[in-house]
């Protein structure tokens, strides 16, 4: 399997600009990084190539000479269609290339590309990102990392310019079921943060004093100090789409399945965020939960 070496300068594809990828695109093209963006809608790119940023019409065109090839895409069908696709990454990646899927997708999907990769000369590493959009601004994310860990060593001084806590797991496909492990605990989480705002306020109590007990104490969380004052505020503004976060619940469901685990907490949460999303929430932010208990 090819490898490259790592040096300042990088010849970089960044396919996908949205709320998270925009400002990780960002943060590398600030690090001295040539970047070559594609996105579905050409306007979501249209901060990074006034900074600089090369637009391309499509994966293939953008991941053609690059160097690094990173995806930030919304669905596990995205994810197979800009690496698989007739215009896609698979078609011009070179020799010697590698391939970064921050996107929360499928692990069998993450050991297909990584099974590609390798025939290709190149290597992949799926790298699910946690922070939302408040840690993709802040270059704080948590970086879970799966593939082979040479390719990792080599990307890690990139890795670093996105995020903080970056941690490699093992072979393809890890990053990803870690971040299932990720979600279980927000999915569960965010139903006990609701309905202790929803408590304290039926016992008629006020809830940003209520916070400022239990966010310091054993309760404490991201999600209690970073997304119940948004809640409390009704601000419903998406950090992580509902409609993602969905997609997440449903493939921790069916990868428990397939391991023999019941996980009712999820399932639950998943049956909670399906009816925001049936009745118009599925462009909101996954502190939308609240809006069942008002």
């Known amino acids: 399997m090819g490898g490259i070496r790592m040096k300042n300068g990088k010849k970089i594809a960044f396919i996908g600009a949205g709320v998270m990828g925009g400002p990780m695109a960002g943060h590398l093209m600030d690090a001295g990084h040539s970047l070559t963006v594609y996105t579905?809608?050409?306007?979501?790119?249209?901060?990074?190539?006034?900074?600089?940023?090369?637009?391309?019409?499509?994966?293939?065109?953008?991941?053609?000479?690059?160097?690094?090839?990173?995806?930030?895409?919304?669905?596990?069908?995205?994810v197979e269609e800009v690496y698989f696709g007739e215009r896609g990454i698979f078609s011009t990646a070179g020799s010697g290339a590698v391939l970064i899927d921050f996107t929360t997708s499928s692990p069998q999907l993450a050991v297909r590309i990584a099974e590609q990769a390798e025939s290709a000369g190149c290597s992949a590493v799926?790298?699910?990102?946690?922070?939302?959009?408040?840690?993709?601004?802040?270059?704080?994310?948590?970086?879970?990392?799966?593939?082979?860990?040479?390719?990792?060593?080599?990307?890690?001084?990139?890795?670093?310019?996105?995020?903080q806590n970056i941690v490699y797991h093992g072979p393809a496909g890890s990053g990803q079921h870690v971040k299932m492990s990720n979600q279980v605990v927000i999915a569960t989480s965010m139903i006990g943060v609701c309905e202790a705002l929803a408590y304290a306020v039926k016992s008629g109590l006020d809830p940003e004093l209520v916070l400022k007990s239990i966010s310091a104490g054993a309760a404490g969380s991201w999600t209690l100090s970073n997304l119940a004052p948004r809640m409390l505020k009704g601000d419903f503004a998406p950090g992580f789409y509902i409609k993602h976060f969905l997609k997440d619940l449903r493939?921790?469901?069916?990868?428990?399945?397939?391991?023999?685990?019941?996980?009712?907490?999820?399932?639950?949460?998943?049956?909670?965020?399906?009816?925001?999303?049936?009745?118009?929430?599925?462009?909101?932010?996954?502190?939308?939960?609240?809006?069942?208990?008002l």
């Open 251 to 293: 493939i921790a469901l069916d990868e428990s399945k397939a391991l023999g685990l019941e996980l009712p907490g999820v399932a639950l949460a998943e049956r909670m965020y399906t009816t925001l999303a049936e009745t118009g929430s599925e462009d909101e932010g996954t502190q939308a939960l609240y809006k069942l208990y």
């Open 126 to 163: 799926d790298a699910p990102v946690s922070g939302g959009d408040v840690g993709a601004r802040n270059a704080t994310l948590s970086i879970m990392c799966g593939g082979p860990e040479k390719a990792f060593s080599e990307i890690l001084p990139l890795l670093e310019k996105v995020g």
């Open 40 to 78: 579905r809608t050409r306007e979501k790119a249209e901060a990074l190539n006034q900074k600089g940023a090369r637009w391309a019409a499509s994966p293939a065109e953008a991941a053609d000479g690059a160097e690094v090839i990173m995806t930030m895409v919304g669905y596990p069908k995205d």
